[in-house]
């Protein structure tokens, strides 16, 4: 029997980091780990993807490299080269994972890590380890429909999606949040027949409406087809195609992709021997990861929405802090998590939309800024795109920012400052902006909304 400070069941992006953390705070730490160190988002998630996305973009400038003045001609993507850069990038960072846990002298224990109660976790049925402090960092799937499963053949989950062999040349995805729009955005670049099923009334239902509306627009520009209010009822599997029967219509593409959401990993890891609570498929914890069971924590996805990788690596660090007693550890604000989609074009968001403000009862001033109103943009060749920001009328509180285009998923980031430092319009208004940069827009977008804006 081994003894610890800390336990860590999960080494995706909450438990690694809060191993880390942990360690740094002079606790002896052990990370049990039963796949990849770096989870899911590290080794089949948002690294990879972005890798796949990459190449994407850069196949696609090429193509119209004539808009920019450079001749090109036959352009070709490799897919077998596409996807081995991108299994390329998930291993080398895995890697570094694995040497950042050995630095800050974290045991890492290969196996799957089981409750036992009384502060004691297994390792594969067989090693037992001990801790007053134990988190749970287990992650999540993706979310199977009864009647509607992945066969890894024809219908896919993100991990098939992810190393195709060869390139369909019809696709259907179900689901438009981020995943299903990365992908479909990944594959219509590369020349696929994409068709996306949403079963909402519009596409990437979580963002602000307008943003949305922007988003399938471009979108179905670019030539996906988008099916909105989509009930699919039966997936009826042929030789090499898959016929999708949704609404009153039939659709037979040679894959599908079920993206409908994830569900946290919560069986097979003793929660029956504690007294930690399940809500719909995840674990309750307080606003500081606590859960009813006395010593045991729980992090990222297992503890529920947003579903996001910078999440779960904060909720390690608050965390681990509150165990260590660290002074000025502040609880988790959800609000203030920003939230990126990398499809083309990009979209992010932090904070309120329009709608929900205006639910709170807020009186509202709403910015916009186009980005063929910004120099950079049109430089680029990226004039497609808008930034939305929303303030409290009454104080001047930042309550939201929504954007759509070219590089907002780094621009995001300021607003995401903003809020953490409580910013005032007046704030926003006095800071100092580059030129020329896309950031102006963020400027231009809170002078809007107090009838200031100089470019448009």
Not at 169 to 195: H, P, Q, R, W
Not at 400 to 412: C, D, Y
Request: proline share 3%; net charge neutral.
């Amino acid at each position: 029997m081994s003894n610890f400070d800390l336990i860590v069941i999960g080494g995706g992006p909450g438990g690694y980091v809060a191993a880390i953390r942990a360690a740094q705070l002079k606790m002896n730490v052990a990370l049990v780990e039963r796949e990849h160190l770096g989870g899911i988002c590290l080794n089949w998630g948002c690294i990879p993807t972005k890798a796949l996305l990459r190449s994407a973009e850069i196949y696609n400038n090429i193509k119209h490299a004539a808009d920019y003045g450079i001749k090109v001609s036959g352009v070709e993507f490799d897919l077998a080269a596409i996807v081995k850069r991108s299994r390329g990038v998930a291993s080398q960072l895995s890697g570094g994972i694995k040497h950042l846990l050995k630095k800050n002298k974290v045991t890492v224990f290969d196996g799957t890590g089981k409750l036992l109660g009384k502060g004691q976790v297994s390792v594969n049925g067989k090693d037992t380890l001990t801790a007053k402090h134990i988190i749970i960092a287990t992650g999540a799937r993706a979310r199977v429909i009864p009647g509607l499963e992945p066969d890894g053949k024809l219908i896919w989950t993100y991990k098939e999606a992810m190393v195709p062999e060869k390139m369909p040349k019809s696709l259907v995805v179900v689901g438009s949040g981020a995943i299903g729009i990365e992908f479909a955005s990944f594959y219509n670049t590369l020349g696929v027949d994409v068709t996306v099923l949403e079963v909402q009334s519009r596409v990437m239902p979580v963002e602000d409406e307008e943003i949305s509306t922007l988003a399938r627009k471009q979108f179905e520009k670019q030539g996906m087809k988008i099916i909105t209010d989509a009930k699919v009822t039966k997936l009826e599997k042929g030789k090499d195609n898959v016929t999708v029967h949704v609404n009153d219509q039939k659709i037979t593409v040679d894959r599908v992709i079920m993206a409908v959401g994830i569900v946290g990993n919560t069986e097979n890891i003793g929660l029956e021997n504690t007294k930690v609570k399940l809500d719909r498929g995840q674990i309750v914890v307080d606003s500081y990861c606590k859960t009813d069971e006395a010593g045991v924590y729980a992090i990222g996805d297992v503890a529920g929405a947003p579903w996001l990788a910078h999440k779960a690596s904060h909720e390690g660090i608050i965390c681990v802090e509150k165990i260590a007693n660290q002074p000025d550890v502040h609880a988790m604000k959800r609000e203030n998590i920003p939230g990126c989609t990398y499809c083309h074009p990009q979209v992010a968001s932090v904070g309120l939309t329009e709608k929900a403000a205006k639910e709170k009862g807020y009186e509202l001033k709403v910015g916009r800024f186009p980005f063929m109103g910004n120099g950079k943009a049109i430089a680029l060749g990226e004039p497609e795109g808008l930034v939305k920001t929303i303030f409290d009328a009454k104080t001047g509180e930042l309550l939201g920012a929504h954007m759509i285009g070219a590089e907002v998923t780094e621009l995001i980031q300021g607003f995401g400052i903003a809020k953490t430092l409580e910013s005032t319009e007046a704030e926003l208004m006095h800071t100092v902006f580059p030129h020329p940069t896309l950031s102006e827009m963020m400027h231009e977008s809170v002078l809007d909304a107090y009838k200031r804006a100089i470019h448009f």
